[in-house]
C-alpha cells in the first residue's frame, strides 16, 4: 500500500499568520487608492502640485527612507537569529528596528512642525491634504509597528517574530512608495 503525501495549500505556506497577510494586503490597498488618488488630483494641477512640493524636505524624507530601511534590515535579522534560537541576537535587533522607527516619527515630527511654523496646514492646498493624510496615516502605522515589535520582543516565538517582521516590512514597503511619488514626483 502507498502512503499520500499531502502537499500543504499554499496560503499555509505564507511566513507568519493569514490574518496577518489580510491586513497587510488591505492596507496596501488603502495606501495604493490614497496614492492612485493623489495623482489623480495632481494631474489637475501639476504646477500648483510641484509648488507646493517646493516646501517638502527632501533630505528629511531620504534619510527617513534610509532610517526604515535599515530597520527593516534589522527586522528581517531578527527572524534569522530568532530561527536559529538566539533569543538575546533577536530582542536587541527588533529593539534596534524600534528605535529606528521612533527615529522616523521624530524626523517626520519636525517636518510636521517646520510645516506648522510657515502655517501649512491641510487646508492650504489639494497637495498638503495629501501630503497629511498620507503620510499621517503611515506614521500611525509607524507608532503601531513599533509597538507590535515591542510586543514580539518580549513573547520572542518564531512565528510572532515573522509575524511582526512582516508588519514591519510593510511599512517599510509603503513608505518606499510613498517617498518618490510624495517627495520627488514632479
Keep these: ?26 492596507e496596501l490597498l488603502v495606501f495604493g487608492a490614497g496614492l492612485a ?8 494641477d501639476p504646477a500648483g502640485f510641484a509648488a507646493a512640493q517646493d516646501h517638502l524636505h527632501r533630505a528629511a524624507a531620504g534619510l527617513n527612507t534610509v532610517v526604515l530601511v535599515t530597520s527593516g534590515l534589522l527586522a528581517a535579522l531578527a527572524v534569522r537569529a530568532r530561527e536559529a534560537d ?6 536587541c535587533l527588533l529593539a534596534g528596528a524600534s528605535v529606528l522607527g521612533l527615529v522616523f516619527l521624530v524626523i517626520k515630527g519636525m517636518e510636521y512642525a517646520d510645516k506648522a511654523a510657515a ?6 492646498h489639494p497637495f498638503f491634504t495629501f501630503y497629511y493624510l498620507l503620510t499621517g496615516f503611515h506614521a500611525a502605522h ?7 515589535l515591542g510586543l514580539v520582543g518580549w513573547k520572542d516565538s518564531p512565528r510572532s517574530v515573522e509575524v511582526g517582521a512582516a508588519f514591519w516590512h510593510m511599512v517599510d514597503l509603503v513608505w518606499v512608495l510613498l517617498f518618490p511619488v510624495i517627495y520627488l514626483l514632479r
Excluded: C, N, Y
Excluded at 502655517?119 to 492650504?124: F, P, S
Design 86 to 91: 538566539k533569543r538575546l541576537r533577536t530582542r
Design 37 to 44: 488618488a493623489f495623482l489623480a488630483v495632481r494631474i489637475g
Design 1 to 26: 500500500m502507498s502512503e499520500t503525501v499531502e502537499t500543504p495549500h499554499p496560503l499555509e505556506q505564507l511566513p507568519g499568520d493569514l490574518m496577518m497577510w489580510v491586513l497587510i494586503v488591505s
Design 119 to 124: 502655517g501649512i496646514g491641510v487646508e492650504t
Design 142 to 148: 509607524v507608532l503601531a509597528g513599533v509597538i507590535i
